[in-house]
Structures are given as C-alpha cells and as structure tokens.
C-alpha cells in the first residue's frame, strides 16, 4: 500500500511539473525551460540532502553507472524532447502520447529481444493504446484548422520522450539498490543538469536558443515539482516493485487532463476534444502494465 501511495504522489508531481513546464513555455523557449527546471530540480534536491545532514551514501561504481546513465536519459534527453512536444501539442495531446506509445515499444521489445508471451490482456491493452490514439488524434484534428496545427509528424517527439522515461524507469529500479533513494535521486538530477549545460556551452547554435527566463516562477515551480517527484518515485521503487510503481506512472495523462485546463495551461484545444482518446489510452497503458 506504501509503494501505491508513493506512485500515485509521484504520478501527480510529475504531472504538476508537466503542466508547469507548458506554461513557462508560453513565455521562454524549449532550451530555457529545460535548463531552468534542471537547475532547479538540482538544487531542490541538494538542499534537501544538506538539510538532512548531508549524508551522500555513494554507491559502488556499477551503481553509480547506472544512476549516471539513467539521469542522462530522464530527465536529460526526456525533458528536452517533452519540453518540444509539449509547446508544439499542449499537454492534452504530447502526455497521453508520451505515456501511451511506451508500452507498445516495451511490448515490441519484449517481443523481439525477449521471446514474452502475447497474452490477452496484452492485446486488450494494445487494442486500448490504438483506439485511444487515433480518437486523440482526431479530436486533435477537429480543433486547430490545417494551417494553425503542428505537423504531425512531429508527435514522434513526444513519443520517444515516453520511449527515454520507461528507460530511465528501469535503469532508477536497478540504481537505487546500490544506495538510497535521495542520494540516486541527486545523482540522476546532477548528470542530467551537468549534460544538458555542458552541451549547452559546446554548440553555439544552442547556446543562441537561450534566454534570460520571463515567467520564471512556472520554471521554478515545474523544477520543484520533479524534484519531489523524482524523490518519492525513488523511494517507490526501493520499496516496492516496478510492476506497482509503472502502471501507476501511466494515470499521468488522466491527471494532467484535469489539471491543466484549471492551470490555463491547455493551450487552444478543449478538454471535451481530448478526453476520450486521452482516457482509453491511459487504461491501455495501465493495463499493459498491469500484465507485465
């Protein structure tokens, strides 16, 4: 029941930080946003560890690794690609897609590397995850007029942002058994801090892509918000299995479709245009989960 709870309040952080991130976006661009809510998601989560008496437990080398390479991938790489799909889509469309399309890439991959059992719950699930797809897409549709909306195309970007956190997930459930969850926590927000700045600083072509932030306290706010949520998910796994914590992860288009619109933070599509597509594709991915 602990690690349920620890999901469920990891879940809604993350989806606070979300939809945060979408309305500093109305004001900075990508590469701003990203390296504000890194910054400050680092800090957060050092001023918690030096409030704790400063106690880093490091970990043996292939821990460390681990952790390392986990933080390089989410929040590293992921929040970049789902700081993009979330300005060119709005929350409503670039989550369901980042928490949607992953299991149907777990479910290739186990497939394909790993020989798994098609079960029918898998096939319900997938069935679930296309059905929800398409009628998100086409309640997409249906409310920005041809000229005025993204090119779809680019959904792969939010997309392969849920593809990096379902790695990231399973790299953080290996990590944290080599040391406690604040200090994986600290090590996974540091690496992806450090990566995100040092390739910042070695291509000019980024660095012209950042800006003094305006609005900053949705950044402040959005890097706040990930830092506890990557705490208590931490603290999720070392206590609890990944098969609780990842399906519970997935409610998270669910709860940003109920916070955003109270946030303004929808952008110029309607909830009413979404929500079915939005709350199919939540099940199917709970549910794949759920047969793992």
């Known amino acids: 029941m602990?690690?349920?709870l620890l999901a469920l309040l990891a879940a809604f952080l993350y989806s606070l930080s979300?939809?945060?991130t979408r309305r500093a976006l109305d004001h900075n661009p990508p590469l701003t946003v990203v390296l504000g809510t890194l910054?400050?998601?680092?800090?957060?989560?050092?001023?918690?560890?030096?409030?704790?008496?400063?106690?880093?437990?490091?970990?043996?080398?292939p821990g460390l690794v681990v952790l390392v390479l986990a933080g390089l991938v989410a929040p590293g790489t992921a929040r970049l690609l789902g700081a993009v799909g979330l300005r060119d889509f709005g929350p409503l469309v670039a989550v369901p897609y980042q928490f949607g399309t992953r299991p149907i890439i777990a479910l290739?991959?186990?497939?394909?590397?790993?020989?798994?059992e098609v079960t029918p719950w898998r096939i319900l699930a997938l069935a679930a995850i296309v059905v929800g797809l398409f009628w998100l897409t086409s309640g997409y549709k249906s409310e920005i007029s041809d000229e005025k909306r993204p090119d779809q195309s680019r959904l792969w970007i939010p997309a392969m942002a849920g593809v990096a956190y379902a790695i990231s997930e399973i790299l953080r459930k290996a990590g944290v058994s080599y040391t406690d969850s604040l200090t994986a926590a600290w090590l996974a927000g540091a690496s992806a801090f450090i990566l995100v700045t040092i390739s910042t600083i070695l291509m000019p072509g980024q660095r012209a892509r950042v800006e003094i932030?305006?609005?900053?306290?949705?950044?402040l706010f959005s890097g706040g918000a990930a830092a506890l949520a990557q705490v208590?998910?931490?603290?999720?796994?070392?206590?609890?299995?990944?098969?609780?914590?990842?399906?519970?992860?997935?409610?998270?288009?669910?709860?940003?479709?109920?916070?955003?619109?109270?946030?303004a933070a929808a952008g110029n599509i309607s909830l009413r245009s979404v929500w079915k597509g939005g709350l199919v594709m939540t099940f199917g991915a709970v549910l794949m989960g759920l047969s793992a």
């Open 108 to 116: 290739v991959a186990g497939l394909v590397l790993f020989n798994e």
């Open 232 to 263: 208590v998910m931490f603290t999720a796994l070392a206590g609890g299995d990944i098969t609780v914590v990842s399906p519970v992860m997935a409610l998270q288009p669910m709860i940003v479709m109920l916070l955003a619109p109270g946030l």
């Open 213 to 219: 932030p305006r609005e900053w306290r949705w950044i």
């Open 2 to 4: 602990t690690t349920l």
């Open 39 to 61: 910054a400050m998601t680092f800090t957060t989560v050092t001023s918690m560890m030096l409030a704790l008496g400063g106690n880093w437990a490091w970990p043996a080398l």
């Open 18 to 20: 979300q939809v945060s």
